[in-house]
């Protein structure tokens, strides 16, 4: 990170804080520049090997928003491009600075992500065009002083919609016993784009989406509409073969239709965190439209969003305040023996460009070994009461979300591929879990804590644009959760952790468990209005391998636990579907250890099995089926030598002189020898150091 005296950043820090629109003064101007490659052919980025294009089917087009205050002046460029490196970028800003006087920490420069534009940068088997990048750069020097050229007096206002039905992860996670190759012949695929594809493959989504497509909304003096500034989790559409600037310039031009089709109204739309997002829902096959066309699909979020608009506030008084960070951060560089494999493979190749997947990822690893560390820009700007926070290249909707929620603005903004292209930022637990999107190279090269840093630079960037704090989220508590804190719970982790490792006690009794590190975060978790209220999401865990353990030597020879489980597993998939819960010594069976999980192969297919002592054949059996994909509710209550288990609220096993040593531990997500994991999600996971009955079993369950 750049460093900064303790005397210059105070000062920034005051201006920020005392830095105030004048009466009247806010402005804005917007406008849209061509640029669409004048040359053709044109090599063209986005596809796994090079390729190029000689026709136009739709323009290209960098678009930019101008604001001033009196005081400060910022700039926003959302431009038709795959991806745009840095030091292009910075080279633009420096030489609009140089034309307009705005500070290049005020110019924030995105890419919309089409697949179809002219390369601006080498990845994985594309280089970068020959001739259009210096194109571009000149190009997007015009948009900014165009933009500013265009200030007038106007007003803002910010509207966010819920439009999850054009949004969906794309990146599932596989079967432990369907894991597959990595391009350098290792078995360390457990999670991959698309691979909900094929349901027999896979567990479940490796993590949440985001459905809200936000809106910045600037209108003129009179009231006209001026522009509009979208954001929106999705990757692309896809199209082609031909230069197009997908749906992305399809929303822009059709909001403009809808709008003021005979005014100089701009439409902008930039792109949210979606590294691991796409359009298809591969949880519900019978929503796949394979006719769906680009065309429909933009007109669609045009009127999402202009319905949205209807019911806007606008502020004609914002001021702006906008700072900057640059993070030097390390690649994934190959060890000795990796890069040897791939310099061989390098020199076959005698000058030409990659064209199988072992070449592309060859010809990467002698690069990064070449770089070694890299620069990256975060950025934050403030308008009023409306934040944007940027993150270079493609984070994952999960990124944005952490951004989101613990901004000190309610309405922020988060993009990717702003100000830079540094491949796929996973954090660090999708690293453990593989797939194209973790794989080392251009396209994914930053290192595992690359996601963490730059989040953080994020909230920190916010802090300091809107002079408060950060929030420090938590779910608020809706009926269900207040029923099981009446209970007075010994712990209660509501599972709603956006990263580990600690699995906070909701308690107030301060018995934090601790994750396991191959876990996913902050899926969809059940019945949302009963633990959260209505308009927001449960959330829980998915477990990928790896378990949490909770440290309980509070634990008598009485106690329970509530918990919500969704099992991920096909219940015949292997010889035990699964284990849930466990108490017992870690890293391997004790007598006198107790286990409950989800019986497979082996017997008991799809129902419960409760296992005493080191004897794995020696199981307790349910007589009730549990459906795969499905949130189902679970308590094991043991009082003495007694055990009873209830799924439902319906009494499923019972078992007389089980002996329970007094282990301290209790393992979720696993057994205590990491036998058969649970592959799928827990939540709401509450132990009580009691018995409970049928009656709590019922209430427990929603049921009474």
Known sequence: MRIVTQSLALGLILFTMTSRAYPGSFKAGAVVVDVTPRKLPVIVNGGFTSRSFDKVLSPLSARALAFSDGKTQVVLVAVDSCMMPRDLLDEAKALASEKTGVPTANILISATHTHTAGSCMGALGTPADPVYPHFLKGKLVEAIAGALGKLQPARVGFARVNAAKYTALRRWVRRPDRIELDPFGNPTVRANMHAGRDWDNVTGESGPEDPWLSLVSVQNADGKPLCVYANFSMHYFGGGPGIHADYYGLFCDGLKQKLAPEGDFVGIMSHGCSGDIWRRDYTDPDSWDPSLTMEAYADAMVWIAAKALEDIQYDGSADLAMAERRLDLAYRVPDAQRLEWAKKIVVGLEGRLPKTKEEVYAVDQVILHERQRTEVVTQALRIGDIAIATTPNETYAITGLKIKAASPLEKTIVLDLANGG??????????LLGGYNTWAARSAGLEPMAERKIAESCIALLEEVSGNPRKFPVQSKGPAAKVILGLEPLAYYRMDEFQGARALDSSGNHRDGIYEPQVAYYLEGPLSTAFNGAGEPNRSVMFTGNRMCAH???????????????????NDGREFSGWILSRGNGHGLSNNSLHLGVGGKSGYTGRLVLQAGAKGGDVIPGQTSTPRWEWKHLLLSKSGSNVRVYLDGELEICARDVGVGAFQDMFFGGRSDNDSNWEGRLDEIAVFGRALG?????VLAGKN
Do not use: R, T
Not at 423 to 431: F, K, L, M, V
Not at 556 to 565: E, I, K, P, R
């Open 552 to 570: 309980l030597p509070e634990l008598g020879a009485d106690w329970s636990v509530s918990l919500w489980f969704w099992n991920g597993m096909p």
């Open 694 to 698: 049928p009656e709590e079993a019922l």
């Open 422 to 431: 540094d491949g796929y930022i996973p954090p660090p637990e999708q690293h």
